[in-house]
């Protein structure tokens, strides 16, 4: 056997003087095979006793440093999480508040989890509520999962983290506060997720602070107002279009037209006309879906060059003029864009049997969109048995 084959097979461990030698060799493989064998038979390596003033324990914490920042490192903390010794519990506790890596933090956190909260430095709760390592948070709240604590903000942030093992506090004036400092932290997305199952008093709250709110938090409020409560949702459209803020704006536009003319008033609806001569197109797009009232629609047509916003104003006419509307979009059934083409004839549609009759000559026009539009238009309103007759088909 080669000596450098020799060097890899394991000594027999039968003292602390050789389990000591083993955790310090140079030879990866000889630490890894002391560790493992540790990780055995943790009370076996603790009756060692004592080598230089040292237990097992106490030469696993000084000398883990071998590994640290390496695949090994996880080798030595698993090694040291055999054992439930307060030195242990202090190791973690500081790789815990060190540490930036996720995979440490998480394996120091599974050891205190086995550790009453009481016997753990105040800190813990420090380390819980502060937003610069949101994963060194994450991992302190699997520590505190079972904390009986009573402070709102360490309650607010456990549910947060919690994966819905901890319900959260209600909102309301005694943690509005707290909620509000969530809201603008590291945990937003999970913050806004919590509330949202709170329903509409919470909404309501939040609206009434609206000029204390960020643009991303005005922008969920419309969103999820938009979604759930689209009744209370005018009030908000009128600031959000008075902000002057681009993606306000447009979500506020987006959220009118969402919410649709039966709720929102043509008073608010009438802001929409600033704005469809934006030069944005998407802002020009929206405005025209809000349907502000007054708006000569064959006019703007005239100059509006995008396809998606003449495709809303397309509707806008259809839904102002009706079957005054056809002629316009037969014109439209022959555009170069399918997206023109495809709002026409869905509006062609909704038009009923008025549309059907017109559209009827069209399914022998010389331009095959056309004729394809005609055909789908004449389906879609049941005119199947004229179509049979008429094609022969």
Request: a negative charge; glycine letters at 4%; one cysteine or more.
């Amino acid at each position: 056997m080669s000596s450098a084959t020799a060097s890899t097979v394991p000594r027999p461990i039968r003292s602390a003087r050789s389990l000591f030698e083993a955790l310090r060799a140079p030879d990866f493989f000889a630490r890894f095979a002391a560790l493992r064998a540790i990780q055995k038979e943790p009370a076996v390596a603790l009756s060692f006793g004592i080598f230089e003033g040292q237990d097992v324990i106490d030469a696993l914490i000084r000398e883990s440093h071998r590994g640290a920042g390496t695949a090994e490192w996880m080798q030595w903390l698993g090694t040291l999480d055999c054992f439930e010794d307060p030195r242990t519990r202090d190791f973690f506790f500081r790789l815990l508040c060190d540490s930036d890596e996720p995979i440490v933090l998480f394996a120091a956190a599974r050891h205190l989890a086995r550790t009453p909260v009481s016997s753990l430095p105040e800190s813990i709760y420090d380390l819980l509520l502060a937003n610069e390592n949101p994963m060194r948070a994450r991992a302190a709240a699997v520590v505190l999962e079972n904390s009986q604590t009573t402070s709102i903000r360490v309650c607010i942030r456990l549910a947060l983290l919690s994966g819905g093992k901890v319900p959260a506090p209600a909102l309301d004036p005694d943690s509005l506060a707290a909620w509000l400092d969530e809201l603008n932290g590291a945990f937003q997305l999970e913050a806004m997720s919590a509330l949202e199952t709170q329903q509409e008093h919470v909404w309501i709250r939040l609206a009434l602070l609206w000029d204390e709110l960020g643009v991303r938090l005005r922008i969920w409020l419309l969103q999820w107002g938009s979604r759930e409560f689209q009744a209370m949702l005018p009030g908000l459209l009128t600031q959000a279009l008075k902000t002057g803020d681009y993606t306000l704006v447009l979500e506020a536009l987006r959220a009118m037209a969402d919410a649709g003319e039966r709720i929102v008033p043509e008073s608010i609806r009438g802001l929409a006309v600033a704005f469809l001569s934006d030069l944005d197109p998407a802002v020009r797009q929206a405005a025209v879906a809000a349907a502000p009232p007054g708006v000569n629609w064959r006019e703007f047509l005239v100059y509006e060059t995008n396809n998606a916003v003449r495709s809303e104003a397309v509707v806008q006419l259809a839904k102002t003029e009706c079957e005054q509307a056809i002629p316009f979009l037969f014109d439209s059934l022959r555009s170069g864009d399918w997206q023109v083409r495809a709002v026409a004839a869905g509006c062609l549609i909704t038009l009923g049997t008025a549309a059907a009759d017109a559209v009827k000559p069209l399914v022998r026009d010389a331009d095959q969109n056309v004729q394809t539009a005609a055909v789908r238009i004449l389906l879609a309103l049941h005119e199947d048995e004229w179509l049979e007759q008429e094609l022969l088909i």
